[in-house]
Structure formats: C-alpha cells, structure tokens
C-alpha cells in the first residue's frame, strides 16, 4: 500500500506528456514566428495553410499547457497547487524550476489578453507585447529541463535537442534574410547617379517665359551641364 501511495498517478503522466507537447507547440509556433510566416514562400504549400498551422500550433499550446497546469495540481505525487502556476517561486515542489513554469504561463497569458484585445489597445502595443511569446519559449524550456523528470532519458534528450535546432534555424533564416535585404538595398542606393551616364541623360532645367510662351532652356545650366559630362563622352 505505501508503495502504491507513493507511485506516481495518471495524472502525473499526463502531467509529463503534455508539458512535453506544449513545449513541441511553443517551438513550432516560435520558428513560424521567428522565421516570418508573412514572408515564407512554397510552392508546394500556399501561405494560408502555413498561417493556419502557425495560428492552431498556438492555440493547441494553449490547450495542451492547461492541461499540463490542471493534472499537476490534481495529482498528488507532489505539493504544486494551481496558484503557483501564476504566482512564481512559490511552489512546495522544486519552487525555482516550477517558478520558471509559472513565468512562461504569464507570458502567454498577457500575450492573450492583448490579442483579444487587440482593436482597442491599438497595432503597436499589441506587437510589443506579442514579442513576450519569444520570451515565453527559452523560460518554457528550461522550467522542463529542471523540473521534469525525464531529462535524464535519451529520448528527451533527443526532443529537447531538436527543439533547440529548430529555433537555431529559424533565427538564423531570419537574420540570413534581413542581411539579403540590407545589401540588396544599400546596392540598389549606391546604383542611382554613380553610373557614367546618369549625368549626360539628367534633365535640363527649363526657366519659363513670364509672357506665357513656351518655356526656353536655360543656356547657363546647359553650360554646366555640358561642363559636368567628361570629354570622351559628350555627343
């Protein structure tokens, strides 16, 4: 009997299976997120079906992240009740890791609200606060690596490790392309007026006649702009 009281439950299976798919969810919906779903580009797959996946991935986090809350607090195999998962650091069990938990939770709860309330908080506090999902994520990982008990086991290993390559990608596709537009455009600047026609086809001014005739050329800036254009290449 002491042994079966002190066994963990099904709800600490629960528990540990769904912390594990949240944090699956929260490295999907950041590498969407990272990477700009605005801008990826498939042929094979149209870009509403990739917003849907980054905009479902989020919500099934959710989802999966109130179970994991619920089923801890009813199990127990240890003393978490459900005001430490918003109040952080104040848990009988492992109080600074299942803090941590608590930290991700808030995160994505003020990432929430603001979403909901989006129309009357304005585009530009919505976006800031939306950037705490990043923030929501590395917190989220390592509240698992030092509360679950299975990061010990290969295959944890295994999926922490993949979440980490995912998000290093994603990052690294996004910084990889702001440098592409960054150059692209300082290139496309330095053309404009450094090439040896651009001062023999600029346009000569006109001065107009106060009598309401055709307007004439300016013969002094006609002078100077002749002036302006090398020897070899006036016509």
Not at 27 to 41: P, W
Not at 49 to 78: M, W
Not at 87 to 102: I, T
Request: aromatic fraction near 6%; charged fraction near 15%; hydrophobic fraction near 50%.
């Amino acid at each position: 009997m002491a042994i079966a009281a002190s066994s963990p439950s099904v709800y600490w299976f629960i528990t540990r299976g769904s912390g594990l798919v949240t944090l699956i969810l929260l490295t999907l919906t950041l590498a969407l997120g990272v990477s700009n779903v605005q801008r990826l580009k498939s042929g094979a797959i149209p870009r509403f079906v990739i917003n849907a996946v980054h905009r479902n991935a989020s919500l099934l986090a959710v989802v999966f992240l109130a179970i994991h809350i619920v089923t801890v607090a009813l199990d127990g195999y240890v003393h978490i009740r459900l005001i430490d998962a918003v109040v952080p650091f104040g848990a009988g069990y492992r109080p600074f890791w299942v803090g941590l938990g608590a930290v991700a939770f808030d995160l994505m709860l003020a990432v929430i609200v603001t979403s909901l309330l989006r129309r009357h908080i304005g585009h530009r506090a919505w976006r800031a606060t939306h950037w705490l999902a990043y923030a929501c994520w590395p917190v989220a990982l390592i509240h698992g690596l030092g509360s679950g008990t299975d990061t010990a086991t290969t295959w944890m290993r295994v999926v922490t490790g993949a979440c980490v390559a995912i998000v290093a990608a994603a990052v690294l596709t996004r910084l990889s392309k702001r440098d592409v537009d960054r150059r692209r455009g300082t290139r496309d600047r330095g053309r404009v007026g450094r090439r040896p026609g651009d001062q023999q086809r600029a346009p000569v001014p006109a001065r107009a006649d106060p009598a309401g005739k055709a307007p004439t050329v300016d013969r002094q800036a006609l002078a100077g702009h002749a002036a302006a254009v090398p020897v070899g290449e006036r016509v």
